[in-house]
């Protein structure tokens, strides 16, 4: 049995820069691994390749980003089509949060099945084939605290940022990436993007001062349309955050503490409303 834990991650900065020939925007973004993570087991079986999610509504065919890591993976090494394995998710992680559950799930998945098939850990190798799987994958390949240029896959890694305790809060609703890559374009009807340069820190102690120059480009066309999502903000805000913003392309918003005790005070009244969902987690290194 091989098992690895597939971390998800937070964007402590998300610039959206001009859309690129490929379609694709050009980004300016800070990972940021946290706690909370998914679990992903592999066990060998006599049958097919089998995908299983109990518990959850995440797919259980190709469309799952697992099931396409397999076989991006196989065809990468020049092996036969994967069989013979029973995958199974346990999944932690919200979707459609923004907090890059489904790639992290890819990149255990590569992890793991490089470990079954034998192949030496190469970082450049999970970085390529995760590519070709989705943006935000090659990040899982790194971890910790790293600036993602490009369309995000271009990875440097930064001083970590300390510890601290991070409270996620998950409206009842999500947000898919696309979409939201949408109404900025919309938003922007043609005009170049404006903002900041952002200015990574050269030490880890510097990272609290830079967490005030920290945006999200994806907040304020997601608050558009959801207004929970500043209300959430502000709320997180109010009660000491360091840094409230909402990950990736949302839904999820986070706001970064000190302590355990006052995250989970500041999320506890949106928490508690119908069909939200609260997470106390931590920021992690590599
Ligand atoms: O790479 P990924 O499959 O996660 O991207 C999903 C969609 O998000 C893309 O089809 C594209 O529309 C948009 N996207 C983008 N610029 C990026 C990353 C994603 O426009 N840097």
New binding site residues.
Partial sequence: MWTASARAKINLHLA?HA??PD?????TTVFQTIDLADTLTIVEHDGPFTLRCPGSDAPEDDSNLVWRAAWALASELGRPEPAGLLVTLDKQVPTQAGLGGG?ADAMAALRLLGEIWAVPPDRELLTRVGGR?????PFFAWGGTALGR????ELTPLPPLPRLACAILRPPFGVS??D???WIAESRAGSPPVGAPFDPPARAGDWLERLAGCRNDFEAVVAARHPEIAEAVATLRAAGAGLAMMSG?GSAVFGLFADAGTASRAMAPLAGRPGWRGWLSATSGA
């Fill in positions: 959206v859309r690129r379609g694709y925007h050009a980004l790639s799987l989705g943006s935000d994958v490009g369309r995000g896959d990436t696309s939201a890559y949408r392309s």
